[in-house]
């Protein structure tokens, strides 16, 4: 990029936000599909009442960098990677980006998670309160 004198500049802009679906972040995340991208959480913990550690950068790349086969022996390696409910990634791209923190520069996609937040808690908790045939009326 040109500076107001037209001398050529490097920039780097740094990844902010990142608009994704709780699938997407699991990918991109590199853990599996029921596990948390945030938390250390699996589907076996979600709902209790333990505060689980952050899912960081440095735990990611530090378990996979412990998987020592070869990432295109794929049986092996994704046998390899489930043990730390990763996903399989060998080489995330964000991996050597400074400061990186996908459980972080994630942002929900409001119009899902919303609806979802709306028909999962407050219309079933309506339905119960009233009786499905009320809520119909």
Not at 67 to 72: A, F, K, R, S, T
Not at 97 to 123: C, I, K, M, Q, Y
């Amino acid at each position: 990029m040109s500076d107001p004198l037209g001398n050529l500049r490097y920039c780097f802009t740094p990844l902010v936000s990142c608009i994704v679906d709780t699938p997407e972040a699991a990918m991109i995340g590199c853990v599996l599909g029921l596990t948390s991208h945030v938390t250390m959480a699996t589907y076996k913990n979600y709902g209790d009442a333990q505060r689980h550690k952050s899912h960081t950068t440095a735990i990611t790349l530090s378990q996979l960098r412990s998987i020592d086969c070869n990432p295109l022996s794929v049986k092996e390696y994704f046998a390899a990677c489930t043990l730390f409910q990763l996903s399989g990634m060998s080489h995330p791209y964000w991996r050597d980006w400074p400061f990186a923190e996908p459980s972080r520069f994630f942002t929900p996609e409001t119009l899902h998670h919303g609806h979802r937040e709306f028909w999962d808690h407050n219309v079933q908790w309506c339905i119960h309160g009233l009786r499905k045939a009320e809520i119909d009326f």
